[in-house]
Nanobody
Framework: QLRLVESGGGLVQPGGSLRLACVIS????????IGWFRQASGKGREGVSC????????YYGDSVKGGFTISRDDAKNSVYLQINGLNPEATAVYYC????????????????WGQGTQVTVSS
């Protein structure tokens, strides 16, 4: 059974950086497109980035402005989201999700979700 577990969140000061990890078990990571999403308190879940089975990367919403880098380590069966220059507006629960097909920013396109990791940006 496919399972995703996020880690790496925490409290960081404005301007700081974090590297979020999504560890996949139950299948090979290169058999799925893995997306990163975030949900701020009181707001809907939004797409941040995605890496396809072929390694193509996509950035959505505010992440296209820069500061976000998605990557994959097949040996560790993991996908990472590096976030630099964090600002308070980035405070949210960050989720990774998997789908068999190509990348999508749509929440309903993904079949399997992790439990999320909290990122809080505050001084």
């Amino acid at each position: 059974q496919l399972r995703l577990v996020e880690s790496g969140g925490g409290l960081v000061q404005p301007g700081g950086s974090l590297r979020l990890a999504c560890v996949i078990s139950g299948a090979r990571v290169d058999g799925y497109s893995i997306g990163w999403f975030r949900q701020a308190s009181g707001k809907g879940r939004e797409g941040v980035s995605c890496i396809s089975r072929d390694g193509d990367v996509m950035y959505y919403g505010d992440s296209v402005k820069g500061g976000f880098t998605i990557s994959r380590d097949d040996a560790k069966n993991s996908v990472y989201l590096q976030i630099n220059g964090l600002n308070p507006e980035a405070t949210a629960v960050y989720y990774c999700a998997a789908r068999r097909s190509y990348c999508s920013s749509r929440i309903d396109a993904y079949d399997t979700w992790g439990q999320g990791t909290q990122v809080t940006v505050s001084s």
